[in-house]
């Protein structure tokens, strides 16, 4: 089976990539990172019609998207709107052409009206369930970046800033809650969706999650517990989410569940980006 990853640069595509090859699975990758080429804005790109022609499952992955430093200086620019619509308008118009089933990764902001990055995700949904494909709503899924700086998540921003600079300085003052799932975690519930595709009820949520709350604060904590870092949070609130908070559904859990800690998951990635020693115990 060939597998097609759109937006296999970005963190969850890149995870995804190296989990199917360790399956032994054909991986058809594409991501603008690679070459300008793999520019899903591009109307009718050739390689894109290649690949999907040759794969038999698709994962639509790629977007214009970073961590919340990002999202709050970009979200709202026309750039930032027109490349998301761009990426979907002709994304979705050559997966119905050639007729493959797909997962659209959206996320839990696709009902928060004042994100342009929420609303675009929303409709994203709507284009999918168009075309019977199914729709994943993430939350603050974290893991190893090959992204510029300017768009790491908390995770990683934290781990970079603690290990360059022995402090973590927040955008926040942390006390606005996520549920962080690993990488790897999101990428056995895709595998799972994957092969559950057309037993699927479309009409519920399938909320990717780890089903744990955790503040920022408690994060940058965490962090903080492998260097010895301080912690300094800022008097500013949360500006993306405006502390929003919405509950996920558990119907995911009848053929999935996640299983690695925050604690571990964070440790994991710091090892990744050669922050840490191989021989650190990360769950201690």
Not at 253 to 271: H, N
Request: hydrophobic share 35%; with cysteine; net charge negative.
């Amino acid at each position: 089976m060939n597998i097609l990853i759109l937006g296999s640069s970005g963190q969850i595509g890149s995870a995804l990539c190296d989990y199917y090859t360790k399956k032994g699975f054909g991986v058809e990758e594409f991501d603008i990172m690679e070459s300008d080429f793999e520019d899903l804005r591009i109307p009718h790109n050739p390689m894109l019609e290649a690949k999907l022609h040759r794969s038999d499952f698709v994962f639509f992955l790629a977007y214009d998207i970073g961590g919340s430093r990002y999202l709050k200086e970009n979200q709202n620019t026309f750039d930032y709107v027109d490349n998301n619509m761009k990426i979907m308008v002709n994304t979705f118009n050559a997966i119905k052409e050639y007729n493959k089933p797909f997962v659209f990764a959206s996320s839990q902001m696709s009902n928060m009206d004042w994100s342009s990055y929420g609303s675009l995700k929303r409709v994203g949904e709507h284009y999918t369930k168009t075309l019977g494909g199914v729709v994943t709503r993430f939350w603050n899924v974290y893991g190893v970046e090959k992204r510029d700086e300017s768009r790491y998540g908390v995770v990683t921003d934290f781990l970079m800033k603690a290990a360059k600079t022995g402090k973590i300085d927040m955008i926040t003052d942390g006390t606005e809650t996520r549920e962080f799932l690993y990488a790897d975690d999101a990428c056995e519930a895709l595998d799972t969706i994957r092969l559950n595709y057309h037993n699927i009820d479309r009409d519920r949520d399938l909320c990717v999650t780890s089903f744990e709350e955790t503040s920022i604060l408690e994060v940058a904590q965490e962090v903080s517990r492998l260097f010895g870092a301080s912690v300094y949070p800022s008097t500013s609130k949360d500006e993306v989410q405006k502390n929003s908070r919405n509950v996920a559904d558990k119907y995911i859990q009848d053929f999935w569940k996640p299983k690695t800690s925050l604690r571990e998951g964070i440790g994991r990635v710091a090892l990744a980006h050669d922050l840490i020693q191989p021989d650190y115990e990360t769950t201690k």
